[in-house]
């Protein structure tokens, strides 16, 4: 057994397969790829790693498969898929995996050949356990993966609390004892027992709160865009594939960006903190649908004209449009009276954070300092935005155009 001191569990006791898979190369990785990205040129502290992340996950579900009265060979599978669950994950975590996926066909939670092949195989196999299924439960496949890659799973339980004391930020604050108490499984779904309403809307309001404080934070958003951007400059104009990039690490990818022609701007603003400023911060209902469900293409065409009208470069531009609203957790299960509700369907609250969310929503458009007035009224005419409250103003200044800098 190796014991772990944590920053948000105390000790952590590994045993079995997931000991032996804390050493492969795979899971060290994650210690050199940061948990929130670039978030960290928000929040200073935040510099924990998906390692650290891992350690936590693995921790809960063990705790879960007590309450749910799993154990055996089908334990011990959900505790290596814990282990196991962010080994897919690129640099800087979800900031480029966009730019992997469209690279690779593959997200995160899509680990087949680092599982099921090398020293990982050899472990998993040496413990009884088929690596094509742990991989299948990462992807969130069968009864229960739902510990590990469901509205109730333990990854979420622990990215929370984990997110909300690296930042620093109080609003993670979630109790895991009562979570996982409350875990059961009713006709194969994983639900929480009678009398925990309010348990899940403690999940969901500390994911709404960290949403827009966190994980959204404007300076958060422009520098993960100027991210994607140098990164599909580097696919585009140099020899790395995205097969390549999908193993780099966070440092590596920082220097492949600084050191190459065609992305070394961005490669140290993004390292000296030098980011772009906000020129437009439009709200959803003053944007039109087809610029809020443009895909990646249409957005790359919606930059190029909007630099062209600035008598811009066109990497001067940089637009970023988030995908409509969704919460997910929302469906969590819950029982009530004996019967199964999804929390939508009983939580009042529920809806009303949907409704918030909603109302958070914002399309970016970032550029350099000096060029923010006139990349806002390009993109104003490109974009058809609706000026009557559709652009955010410098809040020392008046005028429509933001080119803020605060954190």
Do not use: C
């Not at 948990?35 to 929040?43: E, K, N, P, R």
């Not at 669950?85 to 900031?95: K, L, M, Q, Y």
């Not at 610029?291 to 293409?297: G, N, R, T």
């Amino acid at each position: 057994m190796t014991t772990i001191k944590d920053s948000v569990h105390d000790h952590i006791e590994i045993d079995g397969v997931a000991a032996d898979l804390l050493d492969t190369a795979p899971v060290q990785r994650l210690r050199r790829i940061k948990q929130l990205g670039t978030v960290h040129l928000v929040y200073p502290s935040a510099n924990h790693t998906r390692f650290e992340h891992s350690l936590g996950v693995y921790h809960l579900a063990d705790r879960a498969l007590d309450h749910v009265d799993v154990a055996g060979r089908h334990a011990e599978r959900v505790r290596a898929a814990a282990m196991l669950h962010d080994v897919g994950h690129g640099p800087f975590s979800h900031n480029v995996e966009g730019v992997i996926h469209r690279r690779t066909g593959k997200y995160h939670d899509d680990v087949g050949e680092l599982v099921t092949e090398g020293r990982v195989a050899e472990i998993l196999e040496s413990h009884g356990l088929d690596p094509g299924a742990v991989a299948a439960l990462v992807r969130g496949e069968g009864e229960l993966a739902q510990l590990v890659a469901g509205e109730l799973d333990v990854d979420r339980m622990d990215y929370l609390v984990r997110d909300a004391h690296h930042t620093g930020v109080p609003y993670g604050t979630i109790d895991h004892g009562r979570l996982l108490r409350a875990l059961t499984f009713v006709d194969g779904d994983l639900v929480l027992d009678e009398g925990n309403v309010q348990t899940a809307e403690s999940l969901l309001l500390a994911r709404a709160l960290m949403n827009p404080t966190v994980y959204s934070h404007h300076v958060a958003r422009i520098s993960k865009t100027m991210l994607r951007r140098a990164t599909e400059a580097l696919l585009e104009t140099s020899e790395v594939s995205g097969a390549q990039l999908r193993r780099m690490d966070d440092q590596e990818l920082s220097v492949a960006l600084r050191t190459h022609d065609a992305t070394s701007d961005l490669g140290s603003r993004i390292v000296e903190r030098d980011l772009y400023k906000r020129a437009v911060w439009a709200e959803m209902g003053d944007v039109d649908d087809d610029v809020v469900d443009a895909d990646h293409e249409a957005l790359r065409t919606f930059e190029r004209d909007i630099a062209n009208s600035a008598n811009l470069s066109d990497e001067a531009v940089v637009l970023d449009v988030p995908g409509r609203p969704t919460m997910r957790e929302s469906t969590t299960r819950v029982l009530v009276n004996g019967d199964v509700r999804s929390l939508d369907e009983q939580s009042t609250l529920v809806r009303a954070l949907q409704v918030a969310q909603r109302e958070q929503w914002r399309l970016g458009v970032y550029a350099p300092a000096e060029h923010v007035e006139s990349v806002g009224h390009a993109a104003e005419r490109v974009l058809g935005l609706d000026t009557d409250g559709a652009l955010v103003s410098d809040t020392n200044s008046p005028g429509r155009y933001a080119s803020l800098d605060d954190f």
